[in-house]
């Protein structure tokens, strides 16, 4: 069974093609500027062969035509007709309190997923335009899944979701923390209690997604029972351009004393702010570095802050749960920045951390494995994510289903 997995964006596409016989990329790449002038088509197989086009793409159909001729090139292409694809499985931002699962989308789903958007107003319209373009280019006959970032969240207690402000806010307009990045937490910390031969139920852990956009989970006896972002990503610890939380009140007097409007407010909140704000480089954490290792003291203070920060935050969720078993590092930060991971790891070594240096050292580039000592009390791992395997095996499950009882 080929599947392919879609993760729409207002103006990008990124896909791969995976076959399910034994979960390996077949093919994958990206349309971005979707559009926009100077479209780009990127195109890249399994064994190689590669296709990089400047195209215009003035829509996500015009772009998934593209990605359709792609699979099916005498020179390039992998299949042989698009029946071969047996479903196609889409990223979904957000969910709400409604999708707690990933679902056979139908129409009413679709709706459903419009009612979502005032919680993910760039995110989630994104997401239809991929789901209408599938349906034109492939047809309706083609299946298609929704696989939520939320729903992985979605077993977290009102103690942890719910925000102290007047109830009714949560019953008219859903205001509660949903939760992000839940497919990469799921996939991690299910193959950390894989890694250390324990059932994922009976384990508690840490799951840090650090990337451009970051969020920590806590994870005891399979379920999540908190997580750093909130109602939207920008909640949590500082990011990339993200402030991550901070005084509620910090916003209304920016804009008095600024005369800022609240897209400009949100604007600087979310674009301007985290690491970029902090150092002036950049919002790359590899120009942050190098500033940093130029001596460069705002760099510094920036790194400071990012570290200390995610380190409260493994420290409150290791009492949230009683307890902690691993902490896992995963995304580009968490599997290649290898001083971010020792310096957290030394700031919460009265946990009971023990970082093994040299294995730290090693551990970049897509490896995967333990970077604590062995006689560490809470083990550490670095876990390269695979979003895209697991929006795969959640369609292919209810595809398989669906056939099933069709029988």
């Known amino acids: 069974m080929k599947i392919l997995v879609i993760n729409a964006g207002s103006s990008s596409l990124k896909y791969q093609l995976l076959d399910m016989t034994d979960e390996n990329v077949v093919a994958k790449g990206n349309c971005e500027r979707i559009g926009l002038d100077g479209g780009i088509f990127s195109y890249k197989t399994a064994d190689g062969r590669v296709r990089e086009q400047k195209v215009d793409m003035p829509d996500h159909t015009a772009a998934f035509t593209k990605v359709k001729d792609a699979l099916l090139d005498a020179e390039v292409g992998v299949l ?6 047996a479903a196609i499985g889409h990223r979904v931002v957000q969910g709400g309190a409604r999708f707690i699962q990933s679902v056979l989308i139908t129409e009413e789903v679709i709706q459903g997923i419009e009612e979502q958007i005032p919680l993910a107003p760039l995110h989630n319209p994104a997401h239809i335009q991929g789901i209408r373009a599938c349906q034109s280019v492939f047809g309706n ?3 298609q899944v929704a696989v939520f970032d939320t729903s992985f969240h979605s077993t977290m207690p009102p103690r942890a979701y719910m925000y102290a402000i007047p ?16 497919t990469s937490h799921r996939y991690v910390s299910a193959r950390c209690s894989e890694m250390m031969n324990r059932p994922h139920r009976e384990m508690s852990m840490i799951t840090c997604h650090l990337g451009n956009g970051s969020s920590l989970a806590a994870i005891k006896d399979g379920v999540v029972v908190d997580t750093t972002m909130g109602l939207t990503p920008l909640d949590g610890f500082m990011m990339g351009t993200r402030s991550g939380s901070l005084d509620p009140s910090i916003v209304t007097f920016l804009q008095e004393k600024e005369n800022l409007s609240p897209k400009e407010i949100d604007t600087i909140l979310n674009k301007k702010s985290g690491l970029l704000g902090v150092s002036g480089v950049s919002s790359d954490d590899r120009d942050v570095t190098k500033a940093e290792l130029e001596g460069n003291q705002r760099a510094i203070l920036a790194h400071q802050m990012l570290v200390y920060q ?4 493994i420290g409150a969720y290791t009492v949230a749960m009683g307890g902690c078993d691993a902490i896992v590092f995963t995304a580009g930060l968490g599997e ?8 957290i790891c030394e ?3 009265c946990l009971g951390v023990k970082v093994d240096h040299d294995r730290n050292e090693e551990m970049i580039r897509g490896k995967c494995g333990e970077i604590s000592t062995d ?7 670095v876990i ?6 697991v929006i795969a095996r959640d369609t292919r499950d209810i595809i398989e289903k669906m056939l099933y009882y069709k029988k």
């Open 336 to 343: 290649n920045h290898v001083g971010h991971r020792q310096k």
């Open 310 to 313: 995610i380190s409260k935050y």
């Open 141 to 143: 006959e083609t299946p």
């Open 384 to 389: 390269p994510t695979n979003e895209e395997l």
């Open 167 to 182: 109830y009714e806010y949560y019953e008219k307009y859903g205001i509660r923390r949903y939760g992000f990045h839940g």
């Open 375 to 381: 006689d560490s009390p809470i083990k550490v791992f």
């Open 347 to 349: 700031a919460v070594a």
């Open 80 to 85: 042989q007709s698009l029946s071969e694809v």
